[in-house]
């Protein structure tokens, strides 16, 4: 068994490393989470005390990305600090980190300071928790081998206006799913499509696909799941108020 999960971890690995290799539509293309990218978590490893994330190509800048100190960014990591990666050829990544207290960083870094983490074998209790994003929540019980998710989310909520004319609209994500690697499909069969219905299609009207990578849950919804503008996707953590 320990073999076993060897090989697994060591296949994970190579995976996570062909993926940063893979080729992006743009190499600079990094202007906020996309949940339907495909991701890989990475942490940084660098002798220096700070990683700075790095501006892409302006006209006041047009030699960035690069390592100079006119494309350095006020937001920086440190090492050991894991972020998920977008997959990309170039020098520089799209990355992007949340902090304890959900506090969401997106931007480029040099690919140079970060390497791949090798992912664990996810027991169902590493789902298990209240994972947070701003304006959503999401509740994750494991019983057996089955996930229960429950969630809320809303619309303009942390809009003064839309409060006091009533007019924050409200999601509701329910269900529950036996995981198949690190994620969860819920409102649909990923059997039958890899990829989520439109609200149209799926039986229940709300589809999501939720994958976990370490302390991170990321959550691609079909818009499907509450009133206008409301949607589940994006990057959670757990316990992040």
Known sequence: MMGLRRALACTSLLAAVALLSAPAHSAFECGSFDASKKLALMRIE????KVNFVSGPSKKAP???SSEPACRLKAFLTPGDEALIAASDAPFVCATYVSARGAETTGLLPREAIQPVAPDAIAGAKWDGEWRRTEAKIVLKSRGDVVKVSGSATYGAEDSERVKRGAVNLGELDGEAKPRGNTLAIGYDPDRS???P???A???SCAARLSLYSRYLV???NLGCGGMNVS???VYVRGAK
């Open 46 to 49: 660098s002798k220096e005390p």
């Open 63 to 65: 030699n960035c990305p």
């Open 194 to 196: 890899a990829d989520l």
């Open 198 to 200: 439109t609200p149209e």
């Open 202 to 204: 799926a039986k229940d």
């Open 219 to 221: 959550v691609e919804d």
């Open 232 to 234: 589940f996707s994006g």
